[in-house]
C-alpha cells in the first residue's frame, strides 16, 4: 500500500482548484448526511441486534428493511434467495450503475455481551435449540446500508447514475440441506437485471480499532472449502490386529503425511494455506478395532491453481497412504465447495483509496493481514470488480488482538464504527458514480 498510496498522493496534488472545492462540499455532504442519521442507524442495529435471524430465516430483518426502503420511495423485491432483498435506486442523472451489499443473518451463538439491547433469541440448529446472537457484526452491515440508501435518496436529484442495494441471507451458510446466500442470490439473477459496474460491501471486525478501515487490493479473504476421508479397513479384535486391517492408524499416517501438503509442497512465499482436520470419528470400545474411521477438516486458501492443488495432494495422500496400509479411502475433496477468494479489485482498490481516506483519515487506512476466514461477497466480486474493506470494531482502549473476536459470544461493535461504515459506503457511492475520485 505504500507505494499506491505515494502514487496516488501524487495524482492528488494535481488536482485543480475547482474539482478540490466540489470535492470539500460533497465530503462535508457526507458528513452532514451521516450526522443527520447517525441517531437511526443506532437504533436500527440495535433493534436488528435483539432480533437476530438465522440464515434463510431472516423474516423479520428483511421485513425491515423492505418497509424501509418502500418508505423511501423505492420499490423492494422481497423473497430473493429465501430472504433477500434488493431495491434499485435511480440518479436523476445519467451515470455508471453500482451494487452496495449488506449481510443480514446471524449466528447459532448465546450471546454474552450483557449490552442492554442483547439478544435472548433461540432457535432450533442441527437438532439443537441454541441461543441466537449477531456474532459476526452482520447487523451493523445491515442498518448501515439502510442509512446509506436513506442518505442516497436524499441525494436523488443529484444523483448520477444508479444504485442496486443488496441485502443478502445467509453469509454464514444456509442450514443443512438448503441453498443460499451470495451464490443465491447471483443464481436468481440479481446481476442479470441489473448489471453493475463495481460492487462494493463492509465487514466489521473486531482485529481492528474503531476508526480504522482495513482494505488492500487482490486477495483479501480466504476460500474455504469442506472436506471428508472415510478411512475404511476390517474390523477385528484389539488383540490381534493382524486379522483384519486398523484404520486408525492409517489415518493417524494419513493425517500426519497430509501436514507436509502445506509446508513442503505448496509455494507459501507469496501467499499462505491451511489444511486442518477438524474432527475423526471412529471405533466404539478399547479392544475392537473399527471398519471405519471418518476424517472431516476445511482447506484454505487464496489463490484458484494452489486450491486445486492442494485438493489433488490431499486426494493422493489419502489414496496412497492408505493403501500402504491394506486400507482404502471414500475422499470427498472438496465435500462441500466453499467461497472462493475474496478479491479485491486492484485498479477498483487503488482509485477509491482516496475515498476511504477521505472519510477515516489516511493514517487510519491500513493494509489489513490475509484473513483466513472466508465470505461470500467473493461470488459478488467474481462476477464484477469488487471492492470489500474492513471497519474497526474494537473500542478505543481496548487492545484489538484481545478483544472478543468475531464469532465470540462477547463480539461487540463499537457504535462509532456505524457511521464511520456509512460515511465510507456513501463517499464510494458518490465518488464512483461521479467519476470524481483524485486518482
Ligand atoms: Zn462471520
Ligand atoms: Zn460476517
New binding site residues.
Given amino acids: 500500500m505504500p507505494r499506491l498510496a505515494t502514487a496516488l498522493l501524487g495524482a492528488c496534488c494535481a488536482v485543480l482548484p475547482a474539482l478540490a472545492a466540489a470535492q470539500d462540499a460533497q465530503r462535508r455532504e457526507v458528513a452532514d448526511a451521516a450526522a443527520s442519521l447517525q441517531a437511526k442507524v443506532v437504533e436500527w442495529r440495535r433493534d436488528i441486534h435483539r432480533h437476530p435471524e438465522l440464515g434463510n430465516r431472516e423474516t423479520r430483518t428483511a421485513a425491515k428493511v423492505a418497509e424501509h426502503l418502500r418508505g423511501l420511495g423505492l420499490e423492494p423485491r422481497t423473497g430473493i434467495a429465501h430472504t433477500g432483498v434488493t431495491a434499485v435506486l435511480k440518479g436523476g442523472r445519467p451515470g455508471p450503475r453500482i451494487a452496495l451489499r449488506a449481510?443480514m443473518d446471524a449466528l447459532p451463538v448465546t450471546e454474552q455481551t450483557g449490552l442492554p439491547f442483547a439478544s435472548t433469541a433461540t432457535a432450533e440448529y442441527r437438532g439443537q435449540t441454541t441461543g441466537v446472537m449477531h456474532a459476526?457484526?452482520?447487523d451493523a452491515h445491515t442498518a448501515i446500508l439502510m442509512g446509506v440508501a436513506e442518505a442516497l435518496v436524499a441525494m436523488r436529484d443529484e444523483l448520477p447514475g444508479e444504485v442496486l442495494f443488496v441485502f443478502q441471507p445467509a453469509?454464514?451458510g444456509p442450514p443443512e440441506g438448503e441453498e443460499g446466500g451470495a451464490s443465491m442470490m447471483l443464481a436468481e439473477g440479481i446481476f442479470r437485471e441489473f448489471r453493475p459496474e463495481a460492487v462494493f460491501g463492509l465487514?466489521v471486525f473486531s482485529t481492528l480499532q474503531a476508526g480504522q478501515i482495513g482494505v488492500r487490493g487482490g486477495p483479501l479473504m480466504a476460500a474455504s472449502d469442506r472436506f471428508s476421508i472415510d478411512v475404511i479397513g476390517r474390523q477385528t479384535h484389539g488383540s490381534r490386529p493382524w486379522g483384519g486391517i486398523d484404520p486408525i492408524v492409517a489415518a493417524a499416517d494419513l493425517i500426519g503425511t497430509a501436514q507436509t501438503i502445506v509446508s513442503r509442497r505448496t509455494n507459501i512465499s507469496t501467499l499462505p494455506a491451511v489444511v486442518t482436520f477438524g474432527a475423526i470419528n471412529g471405533g466404539i470400545r478399547y479392544n475392537i478395532i473399527p471398519d471405519r474411521v471418518e476424517l472431516v477438516g476445511t482447506i484454505r486458501t487464496f489463490d484458484e491453481d494452489v486450491r486445486k492443488a492442494i485438493f489433488a495432494d490431499l486426494q493422493n495422500v489419502a489414496t496412497h497412504v492408505a493403501a500402504a496400509h491394506g486400507a482404502t479411502v471414500e475422499a470427498h475433496i472438496p465435500a462441500e465447495t466453499g467461497n472462493p477468494v475474496t478479491a479485491n479489485d486492484p485498479d477498483l482498490t487503488a482509485r477509491m483509496l482516496p475515498s476511504l481516506q477521505a472519510v477515516a483519515g489516511a493514517g487510519n487506512v491500513v493494509d489489513p493481514s490475509l484473513t483466513m476466514g472466508a465470505?461470500d461477497f467473493s461470488y459478488y466480486a467474481r462476477e464484477v470488480p469488487g471492492l470489500f474493506f474492513f471497519v474497526g470494531a474494537t473500542p478505543q482502549g481496548q487492545d484489538p488482538l484481545r478483544a472478543p473476536s468475531?464469532h465470540s459470544p462477547q463480539f461487540d461493535v463499537d457504535e462509532s464504527a456505524l457511521d464511520l461504515g456509512l460515511r465510507a459506503m456513501l463517499q464510494l457511492t458518490l465518488d464512483y458514480l461521479g467519476g470524481d475520485t483524485s486518482g
Fill in positions: 449481510d459476526c457484526g452482520h453469509e454464514e465487514h465470505e468475531n
